[in-house]
C-alpha cells in the first residue's frame, strides 16, 4: 500500500468514482510508487535482511554457534580467554550472545589497524575462533544506511526516501476507502490483474503502521544527517592505563560487574567497552524501555574498585531520547526475537509492496495495449510484457538507480576484498 504505481492516465481510467482530490492523491502515489521502485525495493530489502544479519552470520560462521549449558562463563573469564588467545590484538568491547545458541562477539584491532571478531563461548568461556569484521551484519548495516557511500551523501540520500514514504502511506489511506475492510479481505485469482491487486491491498492495510514507524524513524535520520542530531550522550570519563596494551585483570572484571549489580540492580550488563587494565564501560539494558543499550552505562575503575561515572536513559532530554529511540524501533531490537521476526515479516510485507506495486502498473498498461489492438485488428500485439511496460513507464529514473547500485556494488567487492 505504500508503493502503488498504476498506469498512465492516458492508459488507464480513475481509481474509481470520486472527486479530483482522490484522483491527485492516486496520481501522486502512482508515480512516486514507479519511478523510485528501483531504489525504494532495494533499500526494503536490505533492511528487511538486516533485521536478520546476526542470525545470517551464525549460519555463515560456525564460530559464532555454540551448545546452550547450564554452566555460564563471567564476563572476566570471557575477556580473559579472549586476551590469552590473541595476545598481540587489543580487546575493544566485548559483547553477550545475540541469543541462547550464539556465541559472545568481542571486537579486536590488529597491529596494523584492522579488525575482527573474535568468538567465545558463554557457557565454557573457550574461544570459539575469530572471523572477518566485515560480515552479513556490517555489509546489510552499510549498505542500508548509505549505500557503502561517504556518509554524508550516503546517510541522506537513504533517509530522504523517508519523505515519499510517509506520502504514499498518507495518500493509500485516500485511495483505498474504508480501508478497515480490507484485513480479512483474502485475494480473488479469477484474474491476475484483480489477484495482484488484492494482494498488495492486503499487504498494504497489515503494513500501514510499520510503514508509519520506518518513515518516521527514517525521517529522523534524515533530520540527523542534515545537522539536527541530538549529539553524543554525556561522556563518561574513564581513568587512563599505565600501559596500554596491558590486559585486563579477570577477578577485577568480575567484582566490577558484581560491585554494578549492587549500586544498580536493575541494569542487565550486555557489554563491555573500552577494557583495559585500569579501566572499563559496561552497558546494557536498565529502566529506560525503548533505547540503545549505550543510553545506560557505567565506567568503573578496576583498579580503585570505584564507579566513575554513570549515564541513565531516564535522565535524558526530550531530543536524545528520541535519537536513542529510532534504531531499536527502525530494527526492531527490542523486546528479543518475537519483535526481531515480526520486523522481518513486515519488512518482507513492504518489499512486496514494492514489487506488486510495479508489477500492476505494467498489467494495467499491458490491458489498456490489448484493448487498443483488439479494437484495431491487430492481433501481433496481444502478447505483451507487463515488466517490459514497467521498465518503460520507469523511463529515465531508471539511468539514476542503476548506476547508483552499480557503485554500490563495486564498493562492495573494493570492501570484501579488503576485508
Known amino acids: 500500500m505504500s508503493t502503488t504505481p498504476a498506469a498512465r492516465p492516458h492508459t488507464t481510467a480513475a481509481p474509481a468514482k470520486g472527486g479530483g482530490g482522490r484522483r491527485l492523491w492516486f496520481d501522486l502515489h502512482s508515480w512516486i510508487g514507479?519511478?523510485?521502485?528501483?531504489?525504494m525495493a532495494f533499500v526494503c530489502l536490505t533492511g528487511t535482511l538486516a533485521t536478520v544479519s546476526q542470525e545470517i552470520d551464525w549460519l555463515v560462521f560456525p564460530e559464532a554457534r555454540v551448545t546452550p549449558t547450564v554452566q555460564r562463563a563471567s564476563w572476566g573469564g570471557m575477556t580473559a580467554a579472549v586476551?590469552?588467545?590473541y595476545p598481540q590484538w587489543t580487546l575493544e568491547s566485548l559483547s553477550a550472545p545475540h541469543a541462547s545458541r550464539f556465541a559472545?562477539?568481542?571486537?579486536m584491532r590488529l597491529p596494523d589497524g584492522a579488525r575482527r571478531f573474535v568468538w567465545v563461548d558463554p557457557y565454557s568461556g573457550r574461544v570459539t575462533g575469530d572471523t572477518t569484521w566485515f560480515n552479513a551484519q556490517r555489509i546489510l548495516r552499510n549498505t542500508h544506511r548509505h549505500l557503502m557511500l561517504p556518509l554524508k551523501i550516503g546517510v541522506p540520500l537513504v533517509s530522504a526516501l523517508a519523505v515519499p514514504l510517509l506520502l504514499t502511506l498518507i495518500s493509500s489511506l485516500y485511495i483505498y476507502k474504508r480501508w478497515w475492510r480490507g484485513f480479512l479481505t483474502w485475494p480473488r485469482a479469477d484474474r491476475p490483474r484483480r489477484l495482484w491487486g488484492d494482494v498488495h491491498r492486503l499487504a498494504g492495510v497489515w503494513s500501514l503502521w510499520f510503514i508509519a514507524v520506518i518513515a518516521l524513524t527514517g525521517g529522523w535520520y534524515l533530520v540527523?544527517?542534515?545537522?539536527?542530531?541530538?549529539?553524543?550522550a554525556a561522556d563518561i570519563v574513564l581513568s587512563e592505563p599505565e600501559v596500554a596494551t596491558a590486559p585486563a585483570d579477570a577477578?577485577?572484571?568480575d567484582h566490577a560487574v558484581a560491585e554494578v549489580a549492587r549500586q544498580w540492580p536493575e541494569l542487565q550488563v550486555r557489554g563491555l567497552h573500552d577494557v583495559s587494565a585500569r579501566s572499563l564501560l559496561l552497558d546494557g539494558e536498565a529502566q529506560a524501555w525503548l533505547v540503545r543499550d549505550?543510553?545506560?552505562?557505567?565506567g568503573y575503575d578496576l583498579q580503585d574498585h570505584r564507579m566513575t561515572g554513570q549515564r541513565d536513559g531516564r535522565d535524558m532530554g526530550i531530543h536524545q531520547r528520541i535519537s536513542e529511540m529510532a534504531d531499536p524501533l527502525h530494527f526492531g531490537t527490542f523486546g528479543g526475537w518475537p519483535v526481531r521476526w515480526l520486523w522481518f515479516v513486515s519488512g518482507a510485507l513492504l518489499t512486496t509492496?514494492?514489487?506488486?506495486g510495479v508489477y500492476l502498473y505494467g498489467l494495467r498498461v499491458s490491458d489498456a495495449l490489448r484493448s487498443a489492438a483488439r479494437r484495431q485488428g491487430n492481433t501481433h500485439a496481444m502478447a505483451i510484457s507487463p515488466w517490459r511496460q514497467v521498465w518503460t513507464g520507469v523511463a529515465r529514473w531508471r539511468w539514476l538507480w542503476i548506476p547508483l547500485l552499480c557503485v554500490w556494488g563495486w564498493l562492495l567487492a573494493v570492501a570484501l576484498r579488503a576485508a
Open 353 to 356: 509492496l514494492s514489487v506488486t
Open 34 to 39: 514507479l519511478k523510485l521502485s528501483i531504489f
Open 251 to 253: 577477578e577485577a572484571i
Open 224 to 232: 540527523e544527517s542534515l545537522g539536527g542530531g541530538a549529539g553524543p
Open 83 to 85: 586476551q590469552r588467545a
Open 104 to 107: 559472545a562477539r568481542a571486537v
Open 294 to 298: 549505550r543510553a545506560n552505562a557505567v
